[in-house]
């Protein structure tokens, strides 16, 4: 079973929420941590957040949203990278600077050079079959077509 191979067995996850799952566990109690102690990571859009510099890691091991970045919402094309592999392929060179981005939504194969900064509003759409290029050191503001 490959969750990455569609040729593969399908994988079901089932999830329950832990406030409905604690009370099978005899004695267990539950522990509130209030929002600003974790980022939670479930998707690759989640992933590329907190390993932006609209992140930082606290002096005792927390990552919390830069207090200078608003908070970028990210939407990656699914086709392309869903998976971690498929993340870090993409983004060889480094991650984009996501600081003054306020929202960054990729449609199909777009790798990136490093040291690329986006800001504003940024939707890059890849219409062809082979991978776009974003060169290193380039600023993307708004809508890019390749």
């Known amino acids: 079973v490959d969750p990455r191979d569609p040729a593969s067995t399908p994988v079901y996850q089932m999830e329950t929420a832990m406030g409905s ?3 099978v566990f005899v004695g267990s ?9 974790f980022a939670p ?3 690759t859009n989640d992933l590329l957040a907190v390993r932006s510099d609209g992140y930082r890691l606290t002096d ?3 990552i919390i949203l830069d207090s200078k970045a608003g908070g970028t919402v990210i939407s990656l094309d699914v ?3 869903k998976f971690v592999n498929d993340l870090d392929a ?13 929202s960054f939504k990729v449609q199909g194969d777009v790798r ?8 504003g509003d940024v939707h890059l759409i890849n219409e062809s079959e082979r991978p776009a290029r974003i060169p290193a050191g380039a600023v993307l503001t708004g809508k890019l077509v390749f």
């Open 29 to 37: 109690q539950a522990v509130r941590v209030p929002r600003s102690r």
């Open 60 to 62: 005792d091991n927390r």
């Open 112 to 119: 990136f050079g490093r040291g690329v900064v986006c800001e």
């Open 79 to 81: 086709g392309y990278y």
């Open 41 to 43: 990571v479930k998707t």
């Open 90 to 102: 993409r983004f060889l060179s480094g991650i984009p600077s996501l600081k003054k981005c306020t």
């Open 21 to 23: 799952a604690i009370g």
